[in-house]
């Protein structure tokens, strides 16, 4: 009997298992035959469902990495997710931004916006460029991002607990810049370097003498990691020649320490092409005059020694800022060039920090540095020659492992996981390279859509880059996406760099806000951004049931709460003159419950995340009626969170 019924389990198991998989193949086969008849209509191959799988990510679902890319003209800072390509935020960085309360009567933001006047001049906008990631012994460490602005040179702090700028500060000595924003291994310093050379003073000085007067120049801005902020007081410049200095890169491992910046133009050509100019009319147009020689210079400079001699005083102040002057670094051996091709744009350091790869945009070539030959060159003090300021020339020949032939237009390096392999784009070709830098071969390329120019890989400018994936920011759209007018999205594409297989461009993602330029991509494990903020953290909190208006003379204190649904208070009557300062917390406790404050006619719009106290200043200088609301849908009744302010003339 006993047999019997295990017998007849059997046979039940076997059909019951048997049913199911005629299920399972009757369902794969349904999803197959749906899959072949989606290829069909959208004309896709196997590569393109492949490349979909590759990168999409069911809601509910994570990316793996931030990307944290710069907003060019725009002025912001654009976070999208990897491998998904969703844009998360755009970061308001120099410029107001009303989404986020950001600059628009909020007082909190405008300070920090205030910190980056330009000889006391407001600037409302700003062109970011190259955006840095703290670091901890040469690893991001998800706590802070830096940004610059090239066209008024200054330098941003993002707290990436926040996803919020939290300082900018105005170079004082620069008229522009590019060489920004990188860090020191330990991000004990953000390096910024001039570009276009100008007088350090705010003086008028003619271009007639220009090589004499003129200078660029490196800020080694001090950042203070318990504070969260540069310190301007602990920050100093290196005076720099009067070519226009570009990216920049400091040290890591056997080379941490120094720090290196390429240039161009070392020419100091300045142009005048054209009916319409001055005394220089019958010069050359700058890309000529600036592209003449066959090399440029790589800048070196002994961060530990100037360091040093800063805090020996041995610095002359320019505009209230400490600068170390040229003939100082150079006789306290602290300052060298090394030739570099003609016009480079950029500067990179392997994850060993001994070797540097230089692209000259006019050479198919990428050039590979050795620092332990440059190093063994300054020890020995063997040099081929000095410049016109009397700083050392290392032989580039003696300091080169080697070069390798890439392609057209060679500019920006990026590292793999893969020790020796690295990868470059060519803007001119339109593709991306992959080589071995240890020994100096091209391995293979990638068509890139179109005019590539920055990349960034996986955590790509660490000591320990993670490959797997590799992001191509292109200059050009055109045909990739629909029309929207003349002006297209760029596109930034990315690329499946799984080691042992060649690469694969798996995703096309249009970039809707500036010209991003340079971007950053980090482990999303590795950031810890709060749900709340605590309500300790905020001078001003106001505390349920102490909301009230406080009136001394003209002067108009207003504390409030909002919750869902309503303001406390609700109704504000102000005198036409009155001083307004109105101190606003958000009670929310509930993750993502922002709550948004716009009085119309004031120019007043803020955005209050939960536990944040925000304060907005404002003179009543029209009388009338001004109804204020919540701008963020915040719950079913939000059209019912609202308030009056009543002007009395």
Wanted: glycine letters at 8%; aromatic letters at 10%.
């Amino acid at each position: 009997m006993v047999k019997k019924t295990m017998k007849m389990k059997r046979v039940l198991q076997c059909a019951l298992f048997g049913m199911i998989a005629v299920g399972m193949s009757t369902t794969v086969s349904a999803q197959s035959s749906e899959l072949e008849k989606v290829m069909t209509d959208r004309g896709l191959t196997q590569q393109d469902m492949l490349a979909a799988a590759k990168t999409y990510t069911p809601s509910g679902k994570l990316d793996e990495y931030y990307v944290f890319s710069s907003g060019g003209q725009s002025g912001q800072v654009i976070v999208y997710g990897v491998p998904s390509m969703r844009i998360l935020k755009y970061i308001a960085v120099f410029t107001p931004e009303p989404w986020q309360g950001y600059g628009i009567g909020d007082v909190e933001s405008q300070k920090v916006l205030d910190g980056g006047k330009m000889r006391g001049k407001t600037i409302t906008w700003g062109d970011t460029h190259h955006p840095g990631l703290s670091e901890t012994n040469g690893e991001y460490d998800g706590d802070y991002l830096f940004i610059n602005d090239k066209a008024n040179p200054r330098v941003a702090v993002i707290d990436l607990k926040t996803f919020s700028t939290t300082q900018i500060v105005a170079n004082p000595i620069f008229k522009n810049e590019h060489g920004g924003a990188f860090v020191t291994p330990n991000t004990e310093y953000i390096l910024e370097a001039a570009q276009l050379p100008a007088p350090l003073t705010n003086e008028y000085v003619s271009l007639d003498e220009f090589n004499e007067k003129y200078r660029g120049g490196m800020t080694m801005w001090k950042f203070d990691r318990k504070r969260g902020k540069i310190s301007v007081k602990d920050s100093f410049s290196v005076e720099l020649p009067p070519y226009s200095q570009d990216l920049s890169d400091a040290g890591k491992k056997i080379s941490e320490g120094w720090v290196f910046c390429n240039s161009f133009n070392s020419e100091r050509y300045v142009g005048g092409f054209g009916p319409g100019n001055t005394k220089y009319k019958d010069r050359l147009p700058h890309e000529a005059g600036m592209s003449s020689k066959d090399t440029d210079y790589l800048h070196m400079i002994n961060l530990k020694v100037a360091e040093n001699l800063f805090k020996e005083g041995k610095t002359t102040k320019i505009n209230g800022h400490d600068v170390l002057m040229m003939k100082t670094m150079v006789e306290n051996n602290a300052l060298f060039l090394i030739p570099e091709p003609k016009s480079p744009h950029g500067v990179m350091i392997d994850p060993t920090g001994q070797y540097l790869t230089v692209s000259g945009k006019l050479d198919t070539h990428v050039s590979v540095y050795d620092f332990k030959k440059m190093k063994a060159l300054i020890d020995a003090k063997k040099f081929e020659d000095k410049d016109p300021y009397g700083i050392p020339i290392l032989s580039m020949k003696d300091s080169l492992h080697g070069q390798v032939e890439l392609g057209l237009g060679p500019l920006h390096t990026q590292y793999d996981s893969v020790k020796g392999i690295a990868y470059t784009s060519l803007f001119v070709d339109s593709a991306i390279a992959k080589w071995d830098y240890l020994n100096l071969k091209l391995i293979e390329k990638v068509a890139i859509h179109y005019n590539v120019g920055h990349l960034v890989a996986a955590e790509g400018d660490t000591v320990s880059p993670d490959g797997k994936y590799l992001i191509g920011l292109n200059k050009l759209a055109i045909d990739r996406f629909l029309q929207v007018g003349p002006l297209h999205p760029q596109n930034h594409q990315l690329i499946d760099i799984t080691a042992g297989q060649p690469m694969k461009l798996i995703y096309d993602m249009p970039l809707p806000l500036g010209e991003p330029h340079y971007a950053v991509m980090i482990k999303a494990d590795k950031l810890k951004p709060i749900k709340r903020f605590k309500q300790k953290w905020f001078k001003h909190r106001v505390r349920p049931g102490r909301e009230g208006v406080i009136r001394d003379g003209n002067k108009v204190t207003i504390n409030s709460t909002l919750i869902r649904s309503h303001f406390s208070p609700e109704m504000i009557e102000l005198k036409v003159g009155d001083e307004v300062t109105w101190h606003i917390t958000n009670l929310e406790r509930a993750q993502d419950e922002t709550h948004g404050f716009s009085i119309g006619f004031y120019n007043i719009n803020g955005s209050i995340e939960p536990g944040e106290t925000n304060t907005f200043t404002f003179t009543a200088d029209m009388e009338g009626v001004f109804p204020y609301y919540c701008t963020e849908f915040c719950s079913a009744l939000h059209l019912e969170m609202a308030g009056y302010i009543l002007v009395k003339p």
